[in-house]
């Protein structure tokens, strides 16, 4: 991260994480994002499927504050049944590592997009793989309990951040799968304060027409422009950028197997704020079992988080501070 882009980053993310009073960790994705399910394909899976590189990482946030054990909840973590996409036959395994300490966010490849370098970077501390297994089949699987120092203190983040890989090692299925962060082994009881974010998001959308799914992508100081990249939209719909100067812009999406790209430039109203991606599929025929994976970098290069829970807010657009359009 370059020095002058963490020295903003680390004075208003921080102050803005403690005046918007996020109040709880909610599962992953969020209410608010209205995705039903991260999506994983094992490592021999078909791109065209709609996942890149067959990995995903989330990053966890604790506050400094929360002292007791915490623990990671994952929803139908085995790949087959009802929930997951079959390819043939099942024969998909799922690796799920959970890592702390020192390195574990700020190594520079744990912030990529890539499965690749020492994007596995600190210290390991639970894993497990999952194949086609009925005990888990609609069901959770706990990680923990962890201790809050365990993970890496960020300040920047106020808290402590561990890090959660979910990566395809074998078979071509697809894994539909969320995460919660709870205070309890065996029930869904959020942490205030907590939060969770990716840098790719690999996500399924609804087999619904009429649902609209969102991602906040957050901006800071040192941002002038931002290039979203998306593959396998299968042109299904449209990307709508929403914020508080955008009515909605329209970005480029991609088709089947196929990568596109377009910037645009931050308006000062939108700096210290999220962006609203929506996703609005097809109203004419229905797209089934679309997957799409989307980043969005800076004019640096570096990677934005994608925060579950919005810094400050969701984005409500406000008529008199009217933005302008995408720059492609």
């Not at 009073?21 to 394909?41: C, K, R, S």
């Not at 791109?47 to 990053?59: A, M």
């Not at 988080?305 to 400050?312: A, D, L, N």
Request: proline share 4%; hydrophobic share 35%.
């Amino acid at each position: 991260m370059r020095d002058g882009k963490k020295t903003y980053y680390l004075i208003f993310l921080t102050s803005l994480f403690l005046v918007t009073g996020i109040i709880q960790a909610q599962p992953v994705p969020a209410n608010d994002e209205n995705i039903p399910y991260l999506m994983t394909f094992g490592g021999h899976g078909e791109t065209s499927w709609g996942d890149d590189d067959f990995s995903q990482t989330f990053f966890f946030k604790i506050p400094l504050t929360y002292s007791e054990p915490f623990y990671i909840r994952v929803y139908d973590p085995d790949i087959g049944g009802d929930v997951d996409e079959i390819n043939g036959v099942w024969d998909t395994k799922m690796n799920y590592s959970v890592y702390g300490g020192e390195g574990s966010w700020s190594d520079d490849d744990a912030r990529g997009i890539q499965p690749s370098g020492n994007y596995r970077s600190g210290t390991l501390l639970a894993s497990k793989v999952f194949g086609n297994d009925d005990r888990y089949d609609d069901d959770w699987y706990t990680f923990g309990p962890f201790n809050p120092t365990e993970g890496e203190r960020v300040e920047t983040f106020e808290g402590y951040i561990f890090k959660l890989i979910c990566e395809g090692i074998s078979g071509d299925d697809g894994n539909l799968y969320r995460y919660y962060l709870s205070t309890l082994a065996n029930e869904n009881r959020p942490i205030e304060n907590g939060n969770a974010f990716t840098y790719e998001y690999c996500f399924r959308m609804w087999n619904k027409t009429d649902n609209i799914s969102h991602i906040y992508p957050y901006i800071d100081t040192a941002t002038i422009f931002v290039k979203q990249v998306n593959f396998d939209w299968d042109d299904d719909g449209y990307i709508r950028v929403v914020s508080r100067v955008r009515r909605g812009l329209l970005a480029t999406t991609s088709f089947e197997d196929e990568w596109a790209e377009s910037k645009i430039k931050i308006e000062q109203e939108e700096i210290n704020s999220s962006l609203d991606f929506q996703f609005i599929k097809k109203r004419e025929f229905l797209v089934k079992n679309n997957n799409v994976v989307i980043s969005v970098e800076n004019q640096y290069g570096e990677y934005l988080e994608f925060f579950t829970v919005p810094i400050g807010g969701v984005p409500v657009f406000k008529a008199q501070l009217e933005g302008k359009k995408i720059n492609k």
